[in-house]
C-alpha cells in the first residue's frame, strides 16, 4: 500500500502508530514534571446526603503525604456552568461516588493510602436510584441532551394505530451502559504564577481551556492545555470531567505540579454514562408493509446535578416514510450519576428498539425484513420535510444482502439446529446525522519544501493526524510525506471537540481551506519562501455553521449470523457484516478501523454490557471490567466492513460524513433479529446474556 500520495481515500497509515507502540507517545499521565504530586480522590459512600465531618489526621500523618483537600479547604471556584464540574464546593452528596475529599502526597501509593485513611461522616436521606416506566416522578422533557425537542408528532398516530391492520406493540429495555476508554480519565496540572499548564485525557481541549478559565476566573490566554494523545473516549472525555479540575485545584493549593488518574472502578460514578432506557414502539401498517402508524416512547434517567436525556427516540423522525408519527422522551431526576454522551447517543439504543420492533413486524407481516425496509423508503426526511442531501440506505441494503447471501436464508425461525447449536441470521438498518462545527487551522509552506498544518484537533486513535494530513496535501497539491500535522494543544487555532462524528469533517473543512488559499498564494509567489514561510489561516465560522436546506445523515445496514447454545445459553456471533452510505471516505485503513471497532462495541451491547443500580447502596453494581463485560478477542468474530461511493456536495469540501458511530447504531438489534430467527424466541432487553436464554429456552 502506498506510503504517499495526494488522493484521499488512499489507506495510508496512521503517522502516530510508531510513537504508540514503542512508548514515546506521552499521554496525560506520563509528563515527569519536577515535583510532581499526585492525587487520589475520596467518593461519597452514600446515596444521598451531606458530609458532616471529615477527618484527616490519620491521611496526614502517613509518609509522603502533602494535603487533603475538603470542601473546607480547598480552593473556591466560580460556579460552573456544567455543574458536575463543581468538585469540594460544598458539603452536598447528590449521589453515591461523588467526590468528597482529595489525597495528594508524592507517589501514587501514598495517594492511595491516604485516600483510604479519611474518614467522611454523613447525615443520610432518603435516595432513589430505580428506574420504572410509571415512575411517579416521570415528566416530558423539553429538550433531549443533544438539542432536540422531546416530543414530535405529525398526523395522528394514536387513531391510525387503533385502526392500523396489522400492529405491533412492543416495549425493549437497555440498561445503563459504560464508556469504560483504555486510557482512564487523567489530568496533570501546573502552575507558574497566575498561568497554568494542563496535560489532560480529553476529547476537545478548547473547550478544556474555556471551562478552566470560567471556574478559575483567568483569560484563556493565560492557560495551555495539551492533550496530544487521548486513549479513547466514546463521548466520556468529550467535555471536562472532575479530573481536570481536581488536578488544577491540587496543584494550586500545594504549589507543585499534581497528576490525577481516575481509577477505572471510580469512572461509572462521574465521568457519564448511556442511561437506561425503556422503550414503547407501536407500529401499524398495511397488509402490503407500508407503514402507517410509528409510535416510539421513551422513559430514562437524569441526576439531580445536571439533566441530561438520552435522545433515544429521535431516529424514528428520520428512518421510515409513515404519515403519522410520534416520538416522546420521559425523564425521572433520580439520585443516580449525571449521565452523559457515550458512543452514538441516542442512536444506538434507539435504533436496537426501532430495528427490532420493525423485525417484529416483519413477522407478524410474513414479509422479508430487508424488503419492509426498502418498502417503507421516504423521499424526504418525515420529522423536517427537508429533501436528503443523500441517502443511500436501500443500495447498503442490497448490497449487504448479496454479500451475506441473504436470498438464500430460509425466513421461518427455530428450524435451523447443528446439534445442540441453534443458528440464525439477522439485518437491521443505521443512521447517524452529519454534524459540521466552525473550526480554524493555519497552513505554512516552509522553505525546505515542506509544510505543516496546525489546528487544536483531539486525536482520540481514530487517526486524525493522518486524515487532516491527506486533506492539505490533496489541497496543496502535494505528496503526503511532505505535510506535517499539529494538534492537541491549546495555543494551536482553536477546533472543536471529537465526538459526534464531527471532527475530521468540522477540522478538515478549515485544513482544506487554509491550504487552498495557500496553494493560490504560492502560486502567485516568485523567488524563494522567507526563512519562516509563508502562511495562511481559515476559519470556517459562518459557513459551517449556516443552516443547510438539506437533511444529511449517514446510513448503512448490518447482518449478522449467530450460533445460540441451547445447552449453555452462550450466544456466539459468527459473521458481522456492515455496509455504510457515509458519504467520501478519506482513508480506507482508518475508516475501516473506525466501522469495525463501532460494531464490535455494538456486538458488546447486544451479548455482555450491561450495568445495574444497586437500589440498597445506590452505586452502579458492575464499576469495572471484571463485571462490567466488555468482548475479548474471542468474542469478535470475522468483522467485514464495506462502504458504497456516494457523492454528496452538499457536505463540506471534502464530501465527507463522520463514521465513528454509525458502526454501533444497528449492531445489536441486527444481533437481536438473528437471536430470534435462531431460537424463535423474541429477546426485548439487553444484553443477550446465558442465563436469560437458558431461561427462556425452557419455557421460563
Request: proline share 8%; glycine share 10%; with cysteine.
Amino acid at each position: 500500500m502506498p506510503r504517499t500520495g495526494t488522493a484521499l481515500g488512499a489507506p495510508a497509515e496512521r503517522r502516530e502508530g510508531r510513537e504508540k507502540v514503542t512508548g514515546a507517545a506521552r499521554y496525560a499521565a506520563e509528563y515527569p514534571l519536577p515535583g510532581r504530586a499526585f492525587g487520589r480522590a475520596v467518593p461519597a459512600s452514600v446515596a444521598r446526603g451531606r458530609v458532616t465531618g471529615v477527618d484527616t489526621a490519620a491521611a496526614l500523618a502517613l509518609p509522603g503525604v502533602l494535603a487533603v483537600l475538603t470542601h473546607e479547604n480547598a480552593p473556591r471556584l466560580a460556579e460552573p456552568d456544567d455543574a458536575t464540574l463543581a468538585v469540594l464546593q460544598d458539603a452536598r452528596v447528590p449521589h453515591r461516588g461523588w467526590f468528597v475529599a482529595l489525597a495528594v502526597a508524592e507517589s501514587p501509593e501514598a495517594a492511595r493510602a491516604a485516600a483510604r485513611a479519611v474518614r467522611v461522616d454523613y447525615a443520610t436521606e432518603e435516595h432513589d436510584v430505580h428506574l420504572t416506566p410509571d415512575h411517579p416522578a416521570a415528566r416530558d422533557a423539553e429538550e433531549t441532551g443533544s438539542g432536540q425537542p422531546g416530543r414530535t408528532q405529525q398526523g395522528d398516530p394514536e387513531g391510525a394505530f387503533a385502526s392500523g391492520e396489522v400492529r405491533v406493540d412492543v416495549e425493549y429495555r437497555v440498561p445503563p451502559l459504560h464508556n469504560h476508554p483504555m486510557e482512564p480519565h487523567t489530568s496533570t496540572a501546573h502552575w507558574q504564577g497566575d498561568r497554568l499548564t494542563v496535560y489532560t485525557s480529553s476529547q476537545g481541549g478548547t473547550t478544556a481551556r474555556a471551562v478552566l478559565a470560567q471556574v478559575f476566573r483567568l483569560p484563556e490566554e493565560q492557560i495551555t492545555v495539551v492533550a496530544e494523545h487521548v486513549g479513547g473516549g466514546f463521548g466520556s472525555k468529550g467535555t471536562p470531567r472532575p479530573d481536570l479540575v481536581l488536578a488544577a485545584l491540587a496543584a494550586r493549593h500545594t504549589g507543585r505540579p499534581v497528576t490525577v488518574a481516575l481509577p477505572r472502578r471510580q469512572l461509572p460514578a462521574v465521568v457519564g454514562h448511556r442511561a437506561p432506557t425503556l422503550h414503547r414502539l407501536r407500529l401499524a401498517a398495511a397488509p402490503d408493509g407500508r407503514l402507517t402508524a410509528l409510535l416510539h416512547e421513551v422513559t430514562t434517567h437524569t441526576s439531580r446535578v445536571k439533566e441530561f436525556v438520552e435522545p433515544a427516540a429521535v431516529p424514528a423522525r428520520v428512518m421510515y416514510a409513515v404519515p403519522n408519527l410520534r416520538t416522546v422522551h420521559r425523564v425521572v431526576a433520580l439520585d443516580v450519576p449525571t449521565p452523559s454522551w457515550m458512543r452514538a447517543p441516542g442512536e444506538a439504543p434507539g435504533m436496537y428498539a426501532l430495528e427490532s420492533a420493525v423485525d417484529e413486524l416483519a413477522d407478524t407481516l410474513g414479509m422479508d425484513p430487508v424488503e419492509l425496509r426498502a418498502r417503507n423508503e421516504p423521499e424526504r426526511e418525515p420529522d423536517s420535510g427537508r429533501p436528503f442531501s443523500s441517502r443511500h440506505l436501500v443500495d447498503c441494503l442490497r448490497e449487504g444482502a448479496r454479500r451475506f447471501d441473504w436470498a438464500r436464508r430460509d425466513p421461518r425461525p427455530g428450524i435451523r439446529a447443528e446439534g445442540p447449536l441453534l443458528v440464525g441470521t439477522g439485518v437491521a438498518a443505521a443512521t447517524y446525522p452529519v454534524q459540521v462545527v466552525p473550526s480554524s487551522a493555519t497552513a505554512t509552506a516552509l522553505p525546505d519544501g515542506t509544510f505543516v498544518v496546525r489546528t487544536n484537533a483531539a486525536d482520540i486513535g481514530t487517526g486524525a493526524r493522518t486524515v487532516l494530513a491527506q486533506v492539505a496535501a490533496d489541497a496543496l497539491g502535494v505528496p503526503l510525506d511532505r505535510v506535517r500535522t499539529e494538534v492537541g494543544r491549546s495555543d494551536l487555532p482553536p477546533a472543536p471537540l471529537a465526538g459526534g462524528s464531527s471532527g475530521t469533517a468540522s477540522w478538515g473543512w478549515a485544513v482544506h481551506d487554509a491550504c487552498a488559499r495557500l496553494a493560490g498564494r504560492l502560486a502567485r509567489h516568485t523567488g524563494p519562501l522567507p526563512d519562516g514561510g509563508l502562511g495562511e489561516r481559515a476559519d470556517t465560522t459562518g459557513r459551517a455553521d449556516a443552516d443547510s436546506p438539506y437533511a444529511r445523515h449517514a446510513f448503512g445496514a448490518h447482518f449478522a449470523e449467530v450460533a445460540v447454545d441451547t445447552v449453555t445459553g452462550e450466544i456466539r456471533v459468527r459473521r458481522l457484516l456492515g455496509v455504510y452510505a457515509a458519504g467520501r471516505i478519506l482513508n480506507a485503513r482508518t475508516a475501516r478501523s473506525q466501522f469495525v471497532g463501532g460494531m464490535t462495541m455494538g456486538l458488546g451491547m447486544a451479548l455482555t454490557e450491561g450495568s445495574t443500580t444497586d437500589p440498597a447502596f445506590g452505586d452502579f453494581a458492575e464499576s469495572d471490567l471484571a463485571s462490567y463485560h466488555v468482548p475479548a478477542h474471542a468474542d469478535v468474530p470475522d468483522i467485514e466492513a464495506h462502504w458504497i461511493d456516494e457523492d454528496d456536495p452538499h457536505l463540506n469540501p471534502m464530501g465527507s460524513k463522520g463514521i465513528g458511530e454509525i458502526g454501533i447504531v444497528g449492531t445489536a438489534a441486527a444481533i437481536g433479529n438473528a437471536v430470534h430467527h435462531a431460537t424463535a424466541v423474541r429477546f426485548r432487553e439487553l444484553p443477550l446474556t446465558p442465563d436469560r436464554v437458558l431461561t427462556a429456552l425452557s419455557g421460563g
